[in-house]
């Protein structure tokens, strides 16, 4: 089994800063693009960013300039730090990663951690 789990996640005033991690544990052979999803109230999930394994960045419009994404091959930790935020960020963010297993290669998904940003 595969497990995503995500933390970072909170309540932040407008203009400031949040960090988001996500660990991939389990039987993991390679971890090829990771990335993250957000989900406001009322809206579709949309992508954020997502990053390959060979560290190619892509973002969504709405997030280039403020949202930077990395990750820690070693650690298996794919990151999210998010600059000048704003009441629009506001959403659950969910992390995934595609994974080979040994046996199957898929998509996991985090459970999902709450971004707030106060006006």
């Known amino acids: 089994q595969v497990h995503l789990v995500e933390s970072g996640g909170g309540l932040v005033q407008a203009g400031g800063s949040l960090r988001l991690s996500c660990a991939a544990s389990?039987?993991?052979?390679?971890?090829?693009?990771m990335g993250w999803y957000r989900q406001g109230p009322g809206k579709q999930r949309e992508l954020v960013a997502t990053i390959t394994s060979g560290s190619t960045t892509n973002y969504a419009d709405s997030v280039k300039g403020r949202f930077a994404i990395s990750r820690d091959n070693a650690k298996n930790t794919v990151y999210l730090q998010m600059n000048s935020l704003q009441p629009e960020d506001i959403a659950v963010y969910y992390c995934y990663a595609d994974i080979f297993s040994g046996y199957a290669r898929r998509d996991y998904w985090g459970q999902g951690t709450q971004v707030t940003v106060s006006s």
């Open positions: 389990g039987r993991i052979f390679s971890i090829y693009a």
